[in-house]
């Protein structure tokens, strides 16, 4: 059964960069037809996809925050990692990470971890 663990430092300041690693147990990332994605959920909003990495490496942006998010992984661990720069208060939000299996839409969320930007 394939778990997905969200961590990071649940406050961060503004304008600093916020990071966040998901630890992934139960199957490897690198394993074909996975996606990672990294999901937000504003306080009183809807779910907004900010990115993924793909089994391969490669990566996908949402163009709304492309400018600001990295999205990386070390295999070796078995994580990946969330980097969104220059922080405001409207990034504050429940954090997701998440594993998609593209031919069959299966999906496995993580539990979520909250972030605060506040100074």
């Known amino acids: 059964q394939v778990q997905l663990q969200e961590s990071g430092p649940g406050l961060v300041k503004p304008s600093q960069t916020l990071s966040l690693t998901c630890t992934v147990s139960?199957?490897?990332?690198?394993?074909?037809?996975?996606?990672y994605s990294w999901i937000r959920q504003p306080p009183g909003k809807g779910l907004e996809w900010m990115g993924a990495?793909?089994?391969?490496?490669?990566?996908h942006y949402s163009p709304s925050l492309e400018s600001r998010t990295s999205i990386s992984r070390d295999t070796s661990k078995n994580q990946f990692t969330l980097q969104l720069s220059s922080v405001t208060p409207e990034d504050t939000g429940v954090y997701y990470c998440?594993?998609?299996?593209?031919?069959?839409?299966?999906?496995?969320w993580g539990q979520g971890t909250q972030v605060t930007v506040s100074s």
């Open positions: 998440a594993r998609i299996n593209i031919l069959t839409m299966k999906d496995y």
């Open positions: 139960g199957g490897s990332i690198t394993t074909y037809y996975y996606y």
């Open positions: 990495i793909r089994y391969s490496g490669s990566t």
